[in-house]
């Protein structure tokens, strides 16, 4: 089955620095999404960066990229010149493509807080 | 599109009664998740539907707990009987084939 870790339970930066977060997952698939979805105090889960596992090229979104390392199982999110409404859970994220069958699973989440 | 609509907001049941949680996922997309959010346990995957079928329902705690999708518009989280330990926000979420997924505003569950 799939997993995937997030070793972080909380992290805190100071507003306009950068701050990585980290995630690992387990699966024998060779194909698969990973998505980094943000939960402010809202409760609304807003999707941040997606990357599909075919692609060597690190996802981009404005401040936010990634680095995926796929030997490594290891999927991690910078975020650049952090600002004071990322303060959030951070929750990394696992899809299988199987036909049929595309599991969705969430880390345990990293709570991100940002100091002004 | 409204996006995806979870039913109610809010639930605060005694323990024992019957709670029927309700989603109605983004019109054409095929993959209905069923999530439970708690502080100790993070966002735990109860169940998912491909196509109204149930793929994977491992997740479900015990047999207190049902879902239902009995159309491409509708899906329904049941526990039966309640007890204070299902306490926790409920999420909903839908997607395409492939796709991410998109998720409903929860609902938040307190069993006195």
């Known amino acids: 089955a799939q997993t995937v870790t997030q070793s972080q339970p909380e992290m805190s930066v100071q507003e306009a620095e950068t701050v990585t977060l980290s995630c690992t997952y387990d699966t024998s698939e060779s194909d698969y999404y990973l998505f980094w979805y943000k939960q402010p105090p809202s409760r609304q889960m807003i999707l941040v960066i997606r990357?599909?596992?075919?692609?060597?090229q690190n996802a981009t979104e404005n401040r936010f990229s990634v680095n995926f390392q796929k030997a490594a199982k290891s999927f991690s999110l910078k975020i650049s010149d952090s600002q004071l409404g990322d303060a959030a859970m951070y929750f990394c994220a696992y899809r299988s493509v199987n036909q049929g069958a595309q599991k969705l699973v969430f880390g345990q989440g990293t709570r991100l807080t940002i100091n002004p | 599109d409204a996006g995806v609509i979870q039913s109610p907001r809010h639930e605060v049941t005694e323990m024992g009664q019957e709670v029927t949680l309700r989603c109605k996922p983004i019109s054409g997309h095929d993959y209905l998740f069923w999530y439970r959010q708690t502080m100790m346990r993070g966002l735990e995957l109860l169940i998912y539907f491909n196509n109204n079928v149930p793929i994977d329902d491992s997740g479900m705690p015990e047999d207190r707990f049902s879902a239902k999708m009995p159309n491409a518009s509708f899906s329904t989280l049941k526990i039966q009987p309640s007890e204070p330990r299902d306490s926790a926000v409920y999420f909903c979420?839908?997607?395409?084939?492939?796709?991410?997924?998109?998720f409903g505003q929860g609902t938040r569950l307190t069993v006195v």
């Open positions: 990357q599909e596992a075919y692609k060597q």
């Open positions: 979420a839908s997607s395409s084939n492939r796709g991410q997924a998109f």
